[in-house]
């Protein structure tokens, strides 16, 4: 007789791709670490008091890694001041020249981005720019860009395939490596999530460091946040991917809440508020569209972790609700009110989400006394 199945518990972390593990500024990145969620300040860098301002946006909003441009000497010599004061690490992120790359270093910041694409005389700096990281413990971060690939790879490969990303980051690798250093962690972007997934199964398999996950231009939302999404879930689901930065035409806030949510819709991170509710469809009874923006606009910051229901009819309303902390199944005026799938209240329409606030805070209670 086939043994009985083990009792569901609730949706599982994928099992994460072993990694080194680094240290950026007191955020581990890698080795089995919580994948972290970084973004970057789109203000001039060098006007100090905005790039805090924005970094503290940022840090309210869960970013645990910012990035910040160094395009220029003003750029660098903000930041010292940056870094000190920043309350989540710094990454400078070096494009053009070779020289930034100590500024950053000597400046506090808790890791380097270099795109060895675009900056100049990058080969034959390797040695100094690692001897300066290894002295001061700073990571640095190979960014691979399709657009700045090297010509010889484009035309080795034909292109900016899988292949030439990953052929230019474990290059680039290797002359650090070179010279002893392994602290290490790599991107290899694309814009189009059907070349960024194999470009990361394919560098996943070829070495251990750990892997910054992005599509870059992915453009605005809803666009952006779809191929994000759709590259990232095939690549978390394997376990691949070590710390991720959402690339969106949209205020950098935007781009860690959207991290955020990939991360918990896959057990990735512990998850917050989550609204269950109907797609459109002829048997609702209640305009399901706003009434779920009502209902998650009264629950924003709520101060539990609650899967709440929003359902526009009886047919799905039960069962959906069932599996929700608490939830609303809407008919004729009305809506049933479910707490773990029991009804515990009946209100007229426009009582509902008055009447979930209310149950839920009772159900944020009685967690709190334990």
């Known amino acids: 007789m086939p043994s009985d199945p083990e009792p569901w518990t609730g949706p599982r972390a994928p099992d994460r791709r072993p990694t080194r593990r680094l240290d950026v500024g007191g955020v581990p990145v890698g080795g089995g670490a919580p994948v972290s969620v970084q973004s970057m300040t789109t ?35 903000a930041l010292p001041r940056i870094a000190a004061r920043s309350q989540i690490p710094v990454v400078a992120d070096i494009h053009f020249q070779p020289k ?10 808790a890791a ?27 990571p640095i971060r190979i960014g691979v860009n399709a657009g700045s690939l090297d010509s010889r790879l484009l035309a080795k490969h034909g292109g900016a395939t899988p292949e030439a990303l990953v052929e230019s980051a474990l ?19 694309h814009h189009d999530p059907a070349v960024v997934v194999p470009a ?18 992915a453009g605005p939302p809803p666009q952006g946040t779809v191929k994000s999404a759709a590259a990232f879930g095939a ?21 860690v809440k959207v991290g955020i949510q990939i991360l918990e819709a896959f057990a ?31 629950f924003e910051g709520f101060p539990a972790a609650l899967r709440v229901a929003v359902m526009g009819c009886v047919v ?48 944020a209670e009685v967690s709190e006394d334990g």
């Open 43 to 77: 203000t001039v860098t060098a006007d100090v008091d905005a790039t805090l301002q924005q970094i503290a946006e940022l840090t309210a909003a869960g970013c645990q890694i910012v990035r910040v441009a160094v395009p220029s000497a003003d750029d660098a010599g």
């Open 100 to 109: 930034y790359v100590f500024a950053a270093i000597e400046a506090g910041c």
């Open 112 to 138: 380097v981005r270099v795109n060895p694409g675009n900056i100049k005389r990058f080969d034959d700096r390797v040695g100094e720019i690692a001897r300066a990281a290894a002295d001061a413990q700073v």
């Open 171 to 189: 290059w680039e690798c290797s002359l650090f490596e070179e010279h002893g250093f392994g602290d290490i962690k790599i991107s290899v972007k």
């Open 200 to 217: 990361y199964e394919l560098l996943s398999e070829r070495c251990d460091y750990p892997l910054h996950l992005g599509v870059t231009e």
């Open 235 to 255: 690549l978390l689901s394997r376990g691949i991917g070590d710390t991720i930065r959402v690339s969106l035409s949209a205020p950098p806030v935007e781009e």
């Open 268 to 298: 990735l991170r512990e998850r917050g508020l989550e609204i269950v509710s109907c797609p459109s469809c002829g048997r609702a009874q209640v305009d399901v569209h706003t009434l779920a923006q009502e209902v998650a606009a009264a």
């Open 316 to 363: 799905n309303g039960p069962g959906e609700a069932r599996e929700a902390d608490i939830g609303v199944s809407c008919g004729n005026g009305k809506g049933q009110i479910f707490v773990k799938g029991e009804v515990v209240a009946t209100v007229p329409e426009s009582r509902i989400v008055e009447a979930l606030i209310e149950k839920a805070m009772e159900i």
